[in-house]
């Protein structure tokens, strides 16, 4: 079977040794109820053996100098720590002085001094999902019994910051928490996080024979939209709010994922968030028994590339099924489209969130667009800027000082 060219993107495959598996039941989930895809296995966690098959694989494959492991769940830290020390030997062993830089994403709720120290020692990124303050977190993010879990986030924080953990924060904007988009900004400031990637939940359901309700991109009109899910103009007006503090104060010093993404449209480079790059299909994902998946988005059967016992993740990852995946990124966007003006910088955004219709009733259309439309358009004369000064190699943060001596035109109401 013919394979694309390995040198023509660097891969990427984010693994889940716990599989589907948490200690939390949050409302607005994709990814739990993944369980169905495998209800007749009885343990569904990565195996040691797999593990290193998948580190010594993974590695030879690479045609960087550089490796970035990434471990996400379910809830990771469901895993022990022995689990995770067995990955570091490991990359040692198979890493022929490769570069290796892992991150791993957790809830938080599970962090002890001794998973601190872990990370600390071994220079681990640490992803945080927390939904904000309190009352924004808790309405869903809840365990089995129906308990909050804010507190405990916070104090897994707490441990994370007294061991100079370096982390991140991944905070979901539900259709509850975009109502208030300073408050929740503002609370990231105040707990002193500095990295923040903002994920709209936009989700469908759509019944399914194995007990699974999520719907995927193509299930059509039946599939209904979800209540927790963002609707276009609140995203659209979150982003907004969000940007103006920012541009006023916080270039620089912090960093939003969307913000930077856009910049990265405007100048020409590559975004650092796949929903915004003009390509997609690099990165895969690898459940606990091996099987690999098209995108963290797309765990869907018909999304399935194989196994890592059949296949090997070159022949997965580079495969016309997955460079089909990829292409249709672009190739598959509506006439609508292709003829916005702001094209170049949301490339057509999640190929998840593209159901519904354009206005000549041509199928494709993303979800989100008239959101995103209303903030590129908002956010173009400061874009502008600091496109200007980046190209003339100056900071993008002078765009605060043009803010302060009214270089920018007013248009918000």
Not at 277 to 285: L, Y
Not at 361 to 369: D, I, M, V
Request: include cysteine; glycine fraction near 8%.
């Amino acid at each position: 079977m013919p394979i694309a060219n390995p040198f023509a993107h660097p891969m990427y495959v984010m693994a889940k040794p716990a599989g589907s598996a948490c200690n939390l039941a949050c409302k607005y989930c994709y990814y739990l109820e993944k369980q169905h895809l495998y209800k007749n296995e009885p343990h569904r966690i990565m195996s040691d053996e797999l593990l290193e098959k998948f580190v010594r694989e993974y590695l030879e494959s690479l045609t960087t100098p550089e490796a970035m492991f990434t471990w996400h769940g379910g809830e990771t830290l469901m895993r022990p720590l022995s689990f995770y020390e067995k990955v570091v030997r490991l990359q040692q062993q198979y890493g022929r002085s490769r570069r290796i830089e892992n991150s791993i994403q957790t809830n938080g709720t599970l962090l002890t001094a001794d998973w601190c120290k872990f990370f600390k020692q071994n220079n681990w990124l640490v992803g945080i999902s927390i939904d904000g303050p309190q009352e924004f977190h808790d309405e869903y993010r809840r365990n089995k019994s129906g308990a909050p879990s804010w507190a405990k986030v916070m104090r897994g924080i707490d441990l994370l910051n007294r061991y100079g953990v370096e982390w991140n924060a991944l905070a979901v904007v539900n259709d509850f928490n975009a109502d208030y988009p300073l408050d929740f900004y503002r609370f990231f400031k105040e707990i002193g996080c500095h990295y923040l990637q903002f994920t709209p939940v936009v989700e469908r359901l759509q019944a399914h024979a194995d007990g699974r309700m999520l719907a995927s991109v193509e299930e059509g009109t039946e599939a209904t939209l979800t209540d927790f899910s963002v609707t276009p103009a609140q995203w659209g007006e979150f982003l907004c709010a969000v940007f103006d503090e920012w541009v006023r104060q916080d270039v620089g010093e912090y960093f939003v994922q969307t913000f930077d993404a856009t910049l990265a449209n405007w100048v020409g480079v590559t975004p650092g968030i796949c929903s915004l790059s003009r390509n997609c299909g690099h990165a895969g994902a690898m459940e606990w028994n091996g099987d690999v998946y098209s995108c963290d988005h797309f765990v869907f059967p018909q999304y399935r590339l194989g196994n890592i016992y059949q296949k090997s993740l070159v022949e997965m990852m580079y495969s016309p099924q997955q460079q089909e995946f990829g292409a249709r990124k672009m190739g598959a966007l509506p006439g609508q489209c292709r003829r916005c003006e702001w094209l170049f910088a949301c490339n057509g955004e999640c190929p998840k969130n593209r159901f519904c219709r354009t206005r000549e009733g041509e199928a494709g259309l993303n979800y989100l667009c008239s959101g995103y439309r209303r903030f590129f358009s908002h956010v173009a004369p400061y874009m502008d800027f600091m496109k200007r000064e980046l190209d003339a190699q100056r900071a993008p943060a002078n765009v605060m000082e043009a803010v302060r001596k009214g270089l920018f035109k007013e248009e918000r109401n």
